[in-house]
């Protein structure tokens, strides 16, 4: 092969030279196109985390019932339903711990007659500014824009020390909130909705839905006296700035077990072959209509809503009674449910019967 004459082989080098040249600009070129797509690959990988923060922040409070203490992520501009925040917010001064006073705030209250129970004149209790230790007890996410918490206050003297002896009882409050651009802000309260309980406590509390726009507080509470023991119950309904009595103490659970050292073993010979009976079964009692001589009786409040759209009470009682005097008085099995339906601002029976003695 002739050797290539030296003008032709400097062409020839400068050619493979630029070509070289080129091909490494645009491997260069194409590196900082593929690292500017995986940059931007990554970005738009991560951009949803924002959103799914996002939607997180209605959990603590999307719940039918809200519960007070659930962690919430909203924003501090947009605080969830948290007990202590909401507290705050109505009282400013008020926090949890135990130092004294902690939780003492000044409100007033409706006057109490001698038995303990509000005084309700013509018109608009007297009202009275009281000292109270206050906690809250429940929070209901009511809709979209509203909520409620509930309150129960202990009256405290001027040295501090609560009023929780036995026949003592606690104030219900309820603090009405509207959720705006500033978030939850107080709109309605009612710092003594109603008294009840006893030692210094509501009782038990828990929450319903008993309609499309509306909830129920069930509060539970009793005592003994004696050897007899009871509870009751008192059911308020609940709506945005609204908090009516729908029950007052109906009586869910008594027994007087302690009373009499015999009714324990009477009562173990009810004829356990009574409870295929009807749920509404009526129990007699003594001839006299005085209460029985034993009895046992638990029950089981639940609320809901009928098919009519119409919010009921039910109350499934077991347990067991004796009735009828001598040595050998007859004794029979409890399981009986009473129903209860909303008629006029107040749950009324339609069916069944209340066996727990009055006492």
């Given at each position: 092969m002739p050797a290539?004459?030296?003008?032709?082989?400097?062409?020839?080098?400068?050619?493979?030279?630029?070509?070289?040249?080129?091909?490494?600009?645009?491997?260069?070129?194409?590196?900082h196109d593929a690292g500017t797509a995986t940059a931007s690959g990554a970005a738009s990988v991560s951009a949803p985390a924002p959103a799914a923060a996002s939607a997180t922040r209605p959990a603590s409070t999307a719940s039918d019932?809200?519960?007070?203490?659930?962690a919430s992520s909203a924003s501090a501009s947009t605080p969830g339903l948290k007990r202590a925040d909401l507290m705050r917010a109505v009282f400013p001064h008020w926090?949890?711990?135990?130092?004294?006073?902690?939780?003492?705030?000044?409100?007033?209250?409706?006057?109490?007659?001698?038995?303990?129970?509000i005084r309700r004149p013509a018109g608009a209790a007297r009202t009275a500014v009281t000292r109270i230790e206050i906690a809250p007890r429940e929070?209901?996410?009511?809709?979209?824009?509203?909520?409620?918490?509930?309150?129960?206050?202990?009256?405290?003297?001027?040295?501090?020390?609560?009023?929780?002896?036995?026949?003592?009882?606690?104030?219900l409050g309820a603090y009405f909130f509207r959720h705006d651009a500033a978030g939850w802000v107080l709109e309605q309260?009612?710092?003594?909705?109603?008294?009840l309980g006893v030692a210094g406590t509501l009782g038990d509390t828990s929450v319903a839905r008993i309609g499309a726009d509306e909830f129920g507080l069930i509060v539970t509470g009793g005592g003994c006296w004696q050897g007899i023991c009871g509870t009751w119950a008192s059911v308020y309904g609940i709506k945005p700035g609204h908090v009516a009595t729908y029950a007052s103490t109906i009586p869910t659970d008594g027994n007087n077990l302690g009373a009499s050292g015999d009714c324990d073993a009477a009562l173990k010979a009810a004829d356990t072959a009574h409870g295929a009976a009807s749920e509404t079964d009526v129990v007699a009692t003594t001839d006299a209509g005085g209460p029985p001589s034993c009895f046992d009786i638990n029950g089981k409040l639940s609320l809901a809503t009928a098919a009519d759209g119409t919010s009921e009470m039910r109350i499934h009682f077991d347990g067991a009674q004796t009735s009828g005097s001598g040595d050998e008085p007859a004794v029979r099995a409890i399981h009986q449910t009473a129903v209860y339906r909303l008629r006029d601002g107040k749950y009324v029976l339609v069916a069944g019967h209340d066996p727990v003695p009055a006492f």
């Open positions: 290539c004459p030296p003008a032709r082989r400097l062409a020839s080098l400068a050619l493979l030279g630029a070509m070289s040249v080129l091909l490494s600009a645009c491997e260069r070129h194409g590196a019932v809200s519960a007070a203490s659930s926090h949890e711990g135990n130092d004294p006073g902690a939780r003492d705030v000044e409100v007033e209250l409706p006057e109490r007659d001698d038995s303990g129970r929070v209901i996410r009511l809709d979209d824009t509203h909520a409620v918490m509930l309150t129960e206050g202990v009256s405290v003297d001027d040295g501090g020390v609560r009023d929780d002896s036995y026949a003592s009882g606690a104030w309260r009612m710092d003594g909705v109603d008294y």
